[in-house]
């Protein structure tokens, strides 16, 4: 038997016979289709169709689907169709696809594209205003947590903090160490190449370590953390929000930002002081080194040279702004976190914000304090 | 509603029919610990195949080795007469194309809603106008007993049983041979879980479906099932019709099929 599926007419006048054959099955479901849009056009005035079946090979539930289908529209166009040579089985098939035949519900309308702008406009602003108030609840409640550890002192989730400061912190030295020596190396070769044609070469390293503490090392270290810990924060607790772990958590009496989030953000402001003073370190020891070959200043002459260039409230503001830039970025994380929705493309989106935001935000309150610190003249 | 199944214990019954899946000698584990081992079982072309066992025997896992996501340490499986291991990745493909999979959680796409999910294996295997692809879809939907209105829902805004339909709708998107079921009924009411058996046996009829259904249901084993095989002990305990499973002395089985949730299923098979 022929196994490519065909659908031909015969009869003529008012009553027709469709016949299939071949395998009707949805791997030939292409083909069929066409051929069915084919046959569907030939009649005007026809008043009985036949569909006979009885050469059809094999038989599954695409082809019933197309039989009814065709079935259907000539009914719709004023013919009485009727069904021959078929089986038991077929017509339990054709029987179930007919069950199943529900006008498909509409699909959801989408407002013209001008409406739709101005909607999306209107709810991102009032999304970045529900934002704020969520993270200022947030933050809210994560200080209240942190100041009553000072009277419940045992409820302190010291095995936890511990855990995230080894991955925050610990972990984190080498890359960010790295980085910092290289940009320490590049400021410091850079200012010596435009301070030479002022014979001021020297002064670089004035730049190199004013820059390095008061902004580089700071600002490396929090965009480092933005992207490692930020973004590893935001996916633990989304895909915990997504598997229904943090409603598990909530109906076991336990308060998620108690247990979730204040020992992150803990790990996270313990975290970023003690990576600025590692940044900070391996920027000037960048500096120093590139300082020995461009300029000729051994380490010898280096060190105290740098002790008299900068002051110690220099280094201070760095490491101040330090637990700020953590709270931000943990905050940031973790309201993202939260507002996974069920889909793994969501919890990709919200990643993404938690890191963009994040860095965002840091350079802003970067900004923030420089205006602070230049006011008070510190 | 009981159809002719396989008389006679296991193997040995169904000499003379052709098995779409004939696996030997499984062993999988986990670290230190095999949690299937030496275990042989056919399944038959057009029957419905019921695994029961404890929680935590294998049963999934033997499902998943099966269709080749876990490793294993020992054994051989054929999937209609080809044999996995020495196949090449055409006729790999091939074969995965032939079947569908349930999985025990669902595992539908997060991203992608009902009807996309359904739309997936047509997608990536055969080339159709989205018109056609729609229309299949929405009738496996209803096949499957899902409201027309669950298309276009996302995952994470359907119910449990709901979550259940939309998978066997998508193993089922493409007309398999044979499908792996892993606990179909679970998390359905009564009255779905009867709807589900029966579109199941239907598709047995009419398709020829051949289904791997690993269950709890014990009406589903007594409606649907032709014959049964127990896991216990990493291995097949016994297969055969639902009457000579229950015959069998181990205690577990004598536990399950003759405890209080059983509701004297045992007298009533060995009645009939
Ligand atoms: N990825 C894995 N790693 C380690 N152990 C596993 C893994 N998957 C399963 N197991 C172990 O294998 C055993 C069998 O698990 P399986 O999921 O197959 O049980 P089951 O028979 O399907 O039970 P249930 O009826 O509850 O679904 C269990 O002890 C489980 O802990
Ligand atoms: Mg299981």
Excluded at chain 2, 12 to 33: C, L
């Amino acid at each position: 038997m022929d196994q490519r599926p065909a659908l031909s007419v015969t009869g003529s006048g008012d009553s027709l016979v469709l016949s299939a054959s071949g395998n009707w099955t949805v791997l030939e479901a292409e083909r069929l289709d066409n051929e069915i849009g084919q046959v569907l056009k030939v009649p005007g005035g026809v008043r009985r169709v036949d569909i006979d079946l009885s050469g059809i090979d094999r038989f599954d539930t695409a082809g019933a689907w197309l039989i009814h289908r065709t079935a259907r529209e000539l009914i719709k166009g004023g013919a009485e169709v009727a069904y021959t040579g078929i089986g038991p089985s077929r017509e339990i098939l054709l029987g179930e696809v007919e069950k199943s035949d529900h006008e498909p519900a509409p699909p959801r309308k989408s407002p013209p594209i001008v409406l739709q702008m101005v909607e999306d406009t209107g709810n991102v602003v009032i999304e970045s205003g529900r934002d704020l108030a969520k993270l200022t609840e947030l933050l809210g409640n994560s200080l209240i947590i942190m100041v009553s550890f000072v009277f419940k002192p045992w409820k302190f989730r010291l095995t936890s903090i511990t855990f995230h400061l080894e991955y925050m912190a610990l972990r984190a030295v080498p890359i960010i160490a790295l980085i910092s020596f290289l940009i320490g190396g590049i400021i410091l070769q850079q200012g010596a190449y435009q301070l030479r044609y002022f014979g001021a070469e020297i002064l670089s390293i004035d730049l190199a370590g004013i820059l390095v503490l008061r902004e580089i090392g700071l600002i490396l270290t929090a965009i480092m953390v933005a992207g490692r810990s930020g973004s590893a924060i935001t996916a633990e607790i989304g895909s915990m929000k997504m598997r229904e772990e943090i409603d598990a958590l909530q109906t076991l009496a336990l308060d998620p930002v108690e247990v979730l989030i204040v020992p992150r953000m803990i790990a996270l402001i313990i975290a970023m002081p003690l990576l600025t003073f590692v940044a900070d370190m391996a920027a000037l020891t960048g500096a120093g080194l590139v300082a020995w070959i461009y300029i000729d200043m051994p380490p010898a002459s280096y060190i105290p040279y740098l002790r008299n260039a900068v002051e110690v409230n220099t280094f201070l503001v760095g490491l101040i702004k330090a637990p700020f830039m953590a709270l931000v970025i943990g905050m940031i994380a973790c309201l993202e976190g939260l507002q996974v929705q069920g889909s793994a493309e969501s919890l990709g989106r919200q990643t993404t914000a938690s890191v963009v935001k994040a860095i965002f935000m840091v350079i802003v309150l970067d900004g923030l304090f420089a205006m602070f610190f230049a006011a008070i003249d510190y | 509603m009981q159809p002719p199944a396989a008389k006679g214990a296991g193997d040995s019954a169904g000499e003379n029919r052709e098995a779409i899946v004939r696996a030997r000698g499984i062993k999988v584990g986990f670290g230190a610990t095999n949690i299937i081992d030496g275990l042989d079982l056919d399944v038959y072309r057009g029957e419905v195949l019921g695994v029961v066992g404890g929680s935590g025997t294998g049963k999934s896992v033997l499902l998943r080795t099966l269709v080749g996501l876990l490793p294993r340490r020992g054994g051989t499986i054929e999937m209609f007469g080809v044999d996995v291991d020495s196949a090449n990745t055409e006729e790999r493909r091939a074969v995965e194309r032939r079947w569908g999979i349930l999985f025990q959680q669902g595992a539908l796409f997060s991203s992608l809603t009902v009807k996309q999910n359904i739309q997936v294996p047509m997608r990536e295997h055969l080339q159709m106008p989205q018109a056609l692809m729609d229309e299949l879809a929405e009738l496996k939907i209803a096949m499957v007993g899902l409201n027309p209105d669950a298309a276009d829902k996302f995952p994470s805004e359907l119910s449990g049983g709901m979550i259940k339909r939309a998978s066997l709708a998508r193993a089922l998107a493409l007309d398999p041979d044979l499908v792996f079921l892993d606990e179909p009924t679970s998390g359905l009411d009564p009255i779905g879980a009867a709807d589900f058996d029966d579109l199941i046996s239907k598709m047995r009829e009419t398709l020829g479906l051949t289904v791997f259904m690993v269950t709890h249901d014990l009406d589903s084993l007594f409606s649907i099932c032709d014959r049964v095989a127990a896991l216990g002990n990493k291995k097949i305990l016994v297969a055969g019709d639902l009457k000579t499973v229950i015959e069998n002395p181990d205690p577990w089985i004598q536990e399950y099929f003759r405890g209080k949730r059983a509701r004297g299923m045992a007298a009533r098979i060995s009645r009939s």
